[in-house]
């Protein structure tokens, strides 16, 4: 056998060490129930207990079957309502009872959603668990606004990063990568921190004229969209609450209806 194949048995015959519950890491899309997964549907319709956050939709909730337990693990920026440990905790606890448990996460569970932790504690406790992808916000805000991630002669590469910072600390990102030009750069939890992505990005060397595309609440009918320049984002963004994504680069001048904001860069559209 070639070294590192691992073989995965698959006799019928096998002892089932497995307890009988099972735990689905299910993507829920960024909040419009028509992104969710037909999967994701399907799993929310037999599940017996749904385990969720504070951002979930009421619509997509209700997609939940009747008999559906609806648990809310909500958090909320400094002020977590249930620390990570113990939404571990709960779904391990919830599958060793033998439920059928849906972690609901928004977007994509292994997008900045801290899904990897969860797949590991269920794994860890012997129970079976799955992960259903989902439409993650950067695409759902890009698909809306009409400004491709990436598009021939504006952007090869895109890179997702956190804006996220410790208290008193910075995001730690490779600046000078991210400042290369011809690269979209989409920005996950970057609100409050975006005056200093903008400042570091232009000191690496991003011109202060890139557009700048800033998506609130993407998919739902109270999606706000903000077309600005790296220089003024600070600005652009301080009326803002969240959640929001930040698309930077020359591709944000493709959004629908806001290219005659940035009149430069109508040409790139033509
Ligand atoms: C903890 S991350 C979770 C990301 C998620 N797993 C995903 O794939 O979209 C939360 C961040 O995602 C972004 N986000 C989530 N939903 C959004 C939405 N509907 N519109 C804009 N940004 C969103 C925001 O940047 C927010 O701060």
Redesign the pocket.
């Known amino acids: 056998m070639a070294r590192g194949l691992v073989v995965l048995s698959s006799d019928p015959a096998a002892p089932r060490a497995r307890p009988p519950g099972q735990v689905w890491l299910v ?1 829920a899309g ?2 419009d129930p028509d992104l969710l997964t037909i999967k994701a549907l399907r799993l929310l319709q037999g599940a017996d207990v749904v385990v969720h956050d504070r ?1 979930t939709p009421p619509a997509v909730l209700a997609l939940a079957g009747p008999q559906a337990r609806l648990i809310d693990v909500g958090k909320r920026k400094s002020r977590h309502t249930l620390p990570q440990d113990d939404i571990n905790a709960l779904l391990v606890a919830l599958g060793l009872e033998g439920l059928k448990v849906v972690r609901l ?5 292994f ?3 801290r899904g990897g932790e969860e797949m590991l504690a269920c794994r860890a406790a012997g129970l079976e668990v799955e992960v259903v992808p ?1 439409v ?3 695409l ?2 890009s698909a809306r606004a009409g400004a491709p991630l990436t598009h021939r002669g504006l952007a090869q590469s895109v890179t997702f990063v956190t804006g996220h910072a410790a208290k008193d600390q910075e995001p730690d990102l490779d600046w000078t990568a991210l400042a290369t030009a011809n690269h979209t750069v989409v920005v ?4 409050s921190t975006a005056p200093l992505i903008a400042a570091r990005l232009i000191q690496a060397g991003r011109d202060a004229a890139t557009p700048v595309l800033v ?6 009918d109270h999606e706000a969209r903000v077309l600005t320049r790296l220089g003024d984002l600070a600005a652009a963004v301080s009326a803002l609450d ?4 930040l698309i930077i680069g020359e591709v944000a001048a493709l959004a629908n209806d806001l290219a005659e904001i940035l009149p430069e860069f109508e040409r790139a559209q033509a």
């Open positions: 993507g960024p909040g951002l996460k928004g977007g994509d569970p997008v900045f959603g989902g993650s916000a950067a759902a805000a996950y939890m970057g609100l998506v609130e609440n993407a998919s739902l969240g959640p929001a994504i």
